[in-house]
């Protein structure tokens, strides 16, 4: 469904990933680790359009997303829960979502409103409350659930467990796996928390420096878990 090939990206001179090639299929969840500035984000935020692709291709669907803006890339159903989140703390859970839904028509923003609920019931318990007085695993909740509101058929989490108590992380990876699983959702994940996104990936790269340092399916990442861990932990 996406593919990456030889994808460098950065910031003005500097690159950040280098030749990165990598997949993810329907339906699946691909684990990208690494430590701190390994290039993991700036992998996320380039296939999202926020930052430049210097060298390489991205395809999405046999589209190629090398030159489309940012908003054409979501209407293609790319969709991104980014890295602390970015609710808007003053709007209501409501009004959240009405804005990760907003390029649909009534109707379908409706029933498509009740399908995120009906994953999260949670939220659909505080509607009317300010997203900043949630809880922070009701406002991952919620960052997922705006996401979901674009109905994207690829979604990218960045730092999914950040400050989460365990109970809220087991919430919301049971939530993305059936979404894997009941919708085909491809779900390409960034996580510190490791053991967890090992336990329920389909597929694993871990980067490092920007380059990657391990790549294989989750069964071969549990099976070499030790081998998995020194990547993940770096040279460093
Ligand atoms: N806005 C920016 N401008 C310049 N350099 C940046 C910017 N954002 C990140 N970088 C640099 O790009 C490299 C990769 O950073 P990135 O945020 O992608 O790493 P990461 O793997 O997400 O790390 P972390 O686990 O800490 O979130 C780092 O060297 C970082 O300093
Ligand atoms: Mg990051």
Redesign the pocket.
């Known amino acids: 469904m996406l593919r990456l090939e030889g994808v460098a990206c950065?910031?003005g001179p500097?690159r950040?990933?280098h030749k990165l090639d990598m997949a993810v299929e329907k339906g699946e969840i691909f684990a990208l680790l690494?430590?701190?500035?390994?290039?993991?984000?700036?992998?996320i935020?380039c296939l999202a359009g926020h930052v430049e692709l210097q060298a390489g291709r991205i395809e999405f669907d046999g589209l190629d997303l090398s030159d489309i803006p940012t908003a054409a890339r979501a209407r293609a159903g790319l969709a991104l829960a980014p890295?602390g989140r970015r609710l808007f703390p003053d709007l209501t859970v409501e009004e959240n979502l009405i804005i990760g839904g907003y390029s649909q028509p009534k109707r379908a923003f409706l029933q498509n409103r009740d399908r995120v609920l009906g994953y999260f019931p949670r939220l659909g318990e505080r509607l009317r409350q300010p997203a900043g007085r949630l809880s922070g695993g009701e406002q991952q909740m919620l960052a997922i659930g705006r996401a979901l509101m674009a109905c994207p058929r690829l979604l990218m989490v960045?730092?999914l467990s950040l400050g989460l108590m365990p109970r809220a992380i087991d919430s919301c990876y049971e939530v993305l796996r059936r979404l894997a699983r009941e919708e085909g959702l491809a779900v390409l994940m960034?996580d510190?928390s490791t053991d967890r996104a090992l336990e329920v990936a389909d597929a694993v790269c871990v980067?490092e420096s920007?380059h990657i340092r391990w790549a294989g399916s989750g069964g071969d990442a549990r099976r070499n878990a030790e081998e998995v861990s020194k990547a993940i932990l770096g040279a460093a």
């Open positions: 950065g910031y500097f950040a990933v690494g430590p701190n500035g390994a290039g993991k984000t700036s992998t935020m890295e960045d730092e960034v510190q980067m920007g």
